[in-house]
C-alpha cells in the first residue's frame, strides 16, 4: 500500500494517483478517472478534482493508495 501524505488539507484525486506513481501525467490521470478504473473509499470516482482527506482510500489498477495527515 502505498502513501501519500498531504500537504495542505487535501490532495486531489489527480494529484494523489501522480504523487503516488501510478500514472505518468495528469492527461493519463483524466483518462484513467474518466473511464471509471479509480475508486475513492469504495466508490468508482470520475472527478479527477475529487478533494481527497486524511484517511481516504484510493485504488487503481490493483493497487492501493492511503492519503494521510
Known amino acids: 500500500m502505498e502513501t501519500v ?3 495542505d488539507e ?3 484525486l489527480g494529484q494523489a ?3 503516488a506513481g501510478l500514472v505518468g501525467s495528469g492527461l493519463e490521470a483524466k483518462i484513467v478517472i474518466k ?3 479509480v475508486c475513492v473509499n469504495g466508490l468508482t470516482e470520475y472527478q479527477r478534482g ?4 486524511d484517511g481516504d482510500m484510493v485504488t487503481f489498477n490493483g493497487e492501493t493508495i ?3 495527515k
Open 17 to 19: 494517483l501522480k504523487a
Open 5 to 7: 501524505k498531504l500537504k
Open 10 to 12: 487535501f490532495i486531489k
Open 35 to 37: 473511464e471509471g478504473q
Open 66 to 68: 492511503k492519503i494521510e
Open 50 to 53: 475529487k478533494k481527497l482527506y
